[in-house]
């Protein structure tokens, strides 16, 4: 009997909430843990009916002790699909701060007879302290993962800022190398140009010789000599030889000539002294580029130039713009499919220069045109191009004080223009370049 007492007080204690219901949801037995909660005593009310005491919760609870009666198979309720079955408050151990208590409920058949359910046992677990933990440290997972992404971002803007750096010294680079390059070009070129018109020259006095010889053999009106002249003429191909070799000579020569415009162009173009500050002309920098970049404009468009005359020269980093130029001429070149058109247009007043390049090229959509001047970003297909050539040309443009903007319409083709300030040398800082 004292056993009996006691376990009964110890049921009533524990820090789990129990109840005991039949098939019509009346309780048969719950313990201090739902009469504390819900401030009533046990001896001033008989025990009601499950869901009509917790009417808000009736529908969840009914199907959850419902399904214990027709499968005769313990169900669970866990906090973290459903937290707050119940609204009861949960006092914090050490802080003695209250909050909604977090619960884990477990249904199971409690009296059986035949696979008969009688009544079901709830077990109400308050998890709240657990809970507490996990959302914690969910929450400081979600914050080291917020962290993680913005260090990542931070990472990924160094990586293009020294991607930029490295692409800044490889132009730098192959500056000097072609520098270089077309340097030791200009000697054999220039020993070889040099060859071929003193060959020229031979050609010319080797034939006038040919031809008195000829005119001996007429004047000496020798049969046999003529015979044996003629066939001679004949086997070697003299006829066809006289007017080929000179053609031959001049094409070559004008050959050499335009490895030697190239030449110079591309010293124009990467001179390593042009990486300074001084006064240029903008339509020598655009010739020479053009020049650079002629054989992947060629087979895409026409050039179109509209040049104002008399232009004033410009204190700026020539070789920095041509890169400019380079980039700008390359894309409108690559953004055309099949054939088009490049329109340079230049002009001044009396504060900046003004340079236009216009393609009729596929145009660039409306979401893209706030992206294209960010490092890595490209429309183009992979490997066709880096992302980084307008980036660059935005840099460049930011150390000449320089705005740069674009129009584009898809189908249609894209204008960026270029407006360089003429400002005096002093007036002449990095500062922060216009996008439009």
């Not at 009533?12 to 129990?18: E, H, K």
């Not at 459903?82 to 006092?91: D, E, L, M």
């Not at 077309?182 to 018109?197: D, K, R, T």
């Not at 240029?280 to 026409?302: S, V, W």
């Amino acid at each position: 009997m004292q056993n009996t007492s006691l376990l009964s007080k110890l049921v009533s204690r524990l820090p789990l909430g129990i109840c005991i219901v039949d098939q019509s949801y009346k309780i048969l037995f719950w313990n201090d843990f739902f009469t504390d909660r819900l401030g009533i005593l046990q001896q001033d009310m008989s025990l009601p009916n499950l869901l009509e005491l917790f009417p808000h919760e009736a529908r969840f609870l009914k199907k959850k002790i419902n399904s214990v009666f027709v499968l005769n198979n313990a169900s669970f309720s866990y906090w973290e699909h459903r937290p707050h079955v119940f609204q009861f408050r949960s006092s914090r151990p050490i802080t003695g701060e209250e909050t909604l208590m977090f619960q884990n409920i477990e249904f199971f058949p409690l009296d059986v007879e035949a696979q008969q359910v009688n009544t079901v046992c709830m077990v109400v677990q308050d998890v709240t302290e657990l809970a507490s933990y996990y959302q914690a440290q969910k929450k400081l997972s979600g914050q080291l993962e917020q962290e993680h992404a913005e260090l990542m971002k931070l990472n990924s803007k160094l990586e293009a800022a020294q991607n930029q750096l490295l692409q800044s010294e490889k132009m730098a680079a192959i500056g000097q190398l072609a520098a270089g390059v077309a340097h030791e070009i200009n000697n054999p070129v220039g020993f070889v140009s040099s060859n071929l018109q003193s060959l020229q020259d031979y050609n010319t006095k080797l034939f006038k010789l040919v031809q008195f010889y000829q005119k001996l053999f007429a004047k000496i009106n020798h049969p046999t000599y003529q015979t044996l002249e003629q066939d001679m003429l004949k086997r070697q191909q003299f006829a066809f030889i006289s007017t080929d070799l000179p053609e031959l000579l001049h094409e070559s020569i004008e050959g050499l000539e335009r490895v030697a415009a190239i030449v110079k162009n591309l010293k124009a173009f990467s001179h390593v002294d042009s990486s300074e500050w001084q006064y240029a002309n903008i339509i020598d920098g655009l010739e020479n580029t053009l020049k650079i970049a002629a054989n992947q404009i060629k087979y895409k468009a026409e050039i179109h130039r509209n040049y104002q005359p008399n232009l004033p020269e410009l204190y700026c980093q020539p070789m920095q713009l041509n890169q400019v130029f380079l980039n700008l001429l390359v894309n409108a070149a690559q953004a055309i499919e099949d054939k088009g058109d490049i329109y340079i247009d230049v002009a001044a007043t009396e504060s900046a220069i003004t340079i236009a390049i216009k393609d009729t090229g596929v145009g660039i959509e409306k979401k893209h045109l706030q992206k294209i001047f960010e490092p890595f970003f490209t429309t183009k297909p992979v490997g066709t191009g880096t992302g980084l050539g307008l980036s660059l040309s935005y840099s460049i443009l930011q150390k000449h004080k320089a705005s740069l903007s674009v129009k584009s319409e898809p189908g249609k083709g894209s204008c960026f223009t270029i407006t360089l300030p003429i400002l005096a040398t002093e007036q002449l800082s990095e500062s922060p370049v216009s996008k439009n």
